[in-house]
């Protein structure tokens, strides 16, 4: 019989019952060994030699492979379409070999982008031997990886007490964040004043345009930089006449965008469904493994792990098909649409994120997915659709008004959709609102060349320049692969890596930088600069793909690496922690101490003592602020930012209660005070025994932006959302022990720390409802899957389920699991009986619960007093033995062993 080798169980079961009873299909669940985390794994003494280690789990399923090859058959070994998936493959048949269980056996190589029959049974027909290069690629990265993070680890450990560690691709990952972050801090916000001026139409409508030349020269953004300015260009409108100067009308195209690779359904994933990398990944995975519909497993996407944009000329051809019969002829491009990727050397899984089957709506399987399950698969089904239609046709349209002299000119931009092409199913500009950052596409009404108008409203408007925005998930994903920066299949663990190690948080979906964070990129950027740097990285990635290329030596990259890396973490060896402090005291100065206008008294001066100055100090817990003048003066604060307004950024020294203002409602007052559990609202004071109402501020809210409609808010909480469809009863919000939920009758689920309980609307919390348990004693049984038939002891049934660690049999209060060579579907009620005996002669099933009966207490027979006495007055006398033992054990003696008469 031939094996055939996967990487999940789920896909096993599925092309099992492709591939019939000739073949067994065995899962590898994923990797199968890897270099041990500890020094020497990577040894570059030796030319890079490697010790891998395999989990005892994976020795069993590798074993269980071994005992399923026979001599003379085929292992086919098909895990994933990628590197990740060829490195699998080469351990897998690395650690069969060493056990010598491939002797006549003919091992190929095959590859899948999608788990449909048709798909599979051409893989099989068509097998091919393992990449040498892609292995030589991944062996490399590995390497790499394992070098820079148990080499620049331990440096971080003893120069940084309370660092974590320090990895290749997410140290530079990090820095990209710090560095937006310092840009925003750094940012000072510039008053600008724009005006727009309405106008009516020889046809009774109405022209808005914005004014871009006064006294005859064109404005600059900031030439307009005061009310004062801006009202004087308005007395210059104001005193003049305006026609029509000019109309500039013209045709453009706008084409769609390419088919889903891994880093675009990252992105979009995120701006219109709200899904973190990491979980889009997780649902495409499942989407793509297999969804049980109408009793088939279907793959439903092709390999979600790719970095190239083309479709597969079969995919081509159905999508032009649909359109025809859809849409229309006239949504039909004359020609195929033809993509090509920006990637230097796209070396993934060749084709695009598509349906498996296009004719397949999201409607049609809408009944068999979960919300975020049909959310992902129409955004794919969308996009790939959309990449083959023809383009959008849109008029542009410019009007330039001018007065008489042409002194003052102002302009109106507007466009209208000729043609929605492809617009009509999918656009990329728009977020999961329906929004989008576009201007200029408000429609214009009809006007003619130098028809009068007629002056209206006159509109300044003051604005304030912005800081750049915090990276997204989306858009530091963008980042990254601009930079070249990593791979698309591990963006999602580069982000899920610096939050674990508490390097960023997410707050309201943006990614903000720990001190920890900021102290590790700058530790790196003055002792490391070059391992940090963008075009290095970038080029580091570009070698990897020239490896899986066939191009250059794998060993030749890591010696050129190791030679420089090495001797940059011997040059920190020397340094003393005082010394690498006071660096990053200097670098990180005005992150800590920003400048303020405190009567010119200096951030840095101690608060505690007269000549104090505080400065980066680090402790056995990690680093801190702390007094130069310790140890006389002891003051201490946590890492970061202090406001010049100590009371408004901290609370600390929040006196008394801080009045926010009057509730409209109960004309009571709302003030913010400081307790000893930290900061809350509270609406009134005590009225008799009635205690008044507060609220708690939430996690990363800080004082200075409560707000009296924010404090009203949170005493708000827990509020209704409204009734649920089903039966009526409230949905609510609130805030708990736990923090912030949903709920409703029995059901909570907590509100994702990205997302505000004060913000939250009915659709995300029913959204959030259906993923969560009701609650109460116990849970619900489990419902069987099938019965395989009545035990022939009792004629009691023997039931199969499907269990948290796979499937197993019940009868009575006998469990048994189904071991992984037996198909749940095919097993037969011998099988059955066989496994639950195996199991009870092991001692399986429920036991009975033992009592220990607890030694009486002899006690006269008197009145009940004097037997209460009595009892206790024994309980005494046991006191000291029990306490003598103990301390005997604490010195060591030894423990007299435990006796049937012991209490």
Partial sequence: MDVLVVESPAKAKTIGKYLGPGYTVLASYGHVRDLPPKDGSVRPDEDFA?????????????????????KGGKLYLATDPDREGEAISWHVRDILKRKKALEGVDVKRVTFNAITKQSVLDAVAHPRELDQDLIDAYMARRALDYLVGFTLSPVLWRKLPGSRSAGRVQSVA?????????????????????????????????????????????????????????????????????????????????????????????????????????????????????????????????????????????????????IESKYGQSYLPEKPRVYTSKAKNAQEAHEAIRPTDLFRTPQDVAQYLDRDQLGLYELIWKRTVASQMESAVLDQVTVDIASADKNVQLRATGSVIKFNGFLTLYDEGKDENGNEDEEGNAILPDVTQDEGLERRDVLPEQHFTEPPPRYSEASLVKKLEELGIGRPSTYASIIEVLQRRNYVKLDRKRFVPEDRGRIVTAFLQTYFPRYVEYNFTAHLEDELDEISDGKIDWRQVLREFWKAFSAAVGETKDLRVKEVL??????????????????????????????????????????????????????????????????????????????????????????????????????????????????????????????????????????????????????????????????????????????????????????????????????????????????????????????????????????????????????????????????????????????????AVPVPANDAGDTAKAAAKAKKKATPKKKAAKAAKGKGAETPPRTGTDG
Avoid at 184 to 207: C, M, N, P
């Fill in 50 to 70: 490697m010790s891998w280690e395999v989990d005892p789990q994976s020795q069993k399923r590798l074993d269980a492979i071994a005992n399923a090859i026979t």
């Fill in 174 to 322: 990090l820095r990209l964040i710090c560095e937006r972050e310092a840009e925003i801090e750094v940012f000072k916000s510039r008053e600008y004043w724009t005006v727009d001026v309405l106008f009516g139409t020889a046809k009774k409508q109405t022209l808005k345009a914005r004014l871009t030349h006064l006294d005859g020269r064109k404005l600059d953004k900031f030439d307009l930089d005061t009310q004062e300015r801006a009202e004087q260009a308005k007395r210059e409108i104001e005193r003049r006449a305006f026609s029509v100067l000019s109309i500039d009308r013209r045709q453009v195209r706008r084409n769609p965008p390419p088919p889903f690779i891994t880093s675009t359904l990252q992105q979009e994933a995120s701006r219109k469904l709200g899904l973190g990398a990491a979980t889009a990944m997780r649902i495409a995975q499942r989407l793509y493994e297999g969804v049980d519909i109408g009793g088939e497993t279907v793959g439903l996407i092709t390999y979600m792990r790719t970095d190239g944009v083309t479709l597969a000329p079969e995919a081509v051809g159905q999508t032009r098909r649909l």
């Fill in 582 to 855: 006071d660096k990053l005291d200097e670098e990180l100065g005005p992150h800590f101490f920003p400048a303020n206008d405190n009567g010119g008294k200096s951030p840095r001066d101690c608060p505690s003592c007269a000549n104090g100055r505080l400065g980066l100090k680090l402790g056995k817990f990690g680093a801190f602020i702390g007094c130069s003048n310790y140890p006389e003066c002891r003051f201490t604060r946590k890492l970061g930012i202090v406001d010049p307004d100590a009371d408004a950024a901290s609370g600390a020294n929040l006196d008394g209660p801080k009045v926010l203002g009057t509730d409209p409602a109960t004309g009571k007052v709302v003030t913010l005070r400081n307790g000893p559990y930290g900061l809350y609202v509270q609406l009134g004071e005590p009225e008799g025994k009635e205690k008044p109402k507060r609220q708690s501020l939430l996690k990363g809210m800080t004082p200075d932006e409560v707000t009296l409609e924010k404090a009203l808010a949170l005493l708000s909480l827990p509020r209704e959302l409204g009734p649920h469809p089903e039966d009526g009863q409230p949905v609510l919000a609130g805030v708990g022990r736990f923090g912030p939920y949903v709920r409703h009758a029995t059901k909570y689920k907590t509100i994702p720390a990205d997302e505000s309980v004060l913000d939250i609307g009915m659709n995300r919390a029913m959204a959030l409802l259906a993923e969560a348990k009701a609650t109460g004693r116990g849970r619900a049984a489990a419902k069987p899957i099938r019965t395989v038939g009545n035990h022939p002891a009792d004629e009691a049934p023997v039931e199969l389920y499907e269990g948290r660690y796979g499937p197993y049999v019940k009868h009575g209060g006998i469990n048994a699991t189904v071991p992984r060579d037996l198909k749940p579907d095919e097993l037969t009620l011998d099988q059955a009986v066989a496994l639950l005996a195996e199991r009870a002669a092991k001692g399986g099933g429920k036991k009975p619960k033992v009592t220990r009966a607890k030694k």
